[in-house]
């Protein structure tokens, strides 16, 4: 897997993976997003490389971690405060890149991430309106679920919205709620979604199937003690 250098970040990788994976949370903001932006700073990011930092296996890059303040609107001290490991140098390198960096992003960089940002709430709001209660949820089944519905149009959806928009003279609020009219009589993606549902549900019967296998030798074990 493709690492940038090192950069002396202080040693501090687990504790600005945990603050990062404490802010994403209380922001609601999912793994792509963080990745879609980080790409409109010219950083080859993806998902799992969010997760990665944020379970310490993947170290930042100042400029990195620099572009992840920008982005959350936060200090370098705010992901290293809780370290005692966190050098001053460390801290001040990371803080000049931060503040070196324009006031405001190249125009096509926030046109880009403003459109990830809009085409992720419109996927979540025509998901959860086309499928109601059968929607699985969780980011694995919605990436599958969203591909079929490009593959259909051969577009995103933020795309085919605008288009429909346009070409039809109406609101995107119109536009919106004829393609959740349309995805919730679509077979194809209906039947991906039981599929996701059920797949869940078994996974969650074994899951337990295993916990009161276990439970029951414990039990034993615990009465052999005893006796």
Known sequence: MNR???DSTGGVDALIGAKLRAMR???GVTQSSIADTMRAFDHNW?????AGVETGRRNLSLGELADLCRIL????????SDSATADTDTRARAEALVY???TEAPPERVAASDRARRLERLEHIVLESALGPDDPGGEEADRDLLAIISAHYGRDLLAERDQRARATSTSKA???RAIIDELANMPELRDAAQAWSDFRYERAVEDHQAWQGQRAEDLAREIGEVE
């Open 174 to 176: 119109w536009a919106t």
């Open 46 to 50: 993806a998902p799992a490389t969010v």
């Open 25 to 27: 949370g209380e922001r």
């Open 100 to 102: 070196r960096r324009p």
């Open 73 to 80: 609107n936060v200090t370098v001290q705010t992901f290293v």
């Open 4 to 6: 940038p250098a090192r």
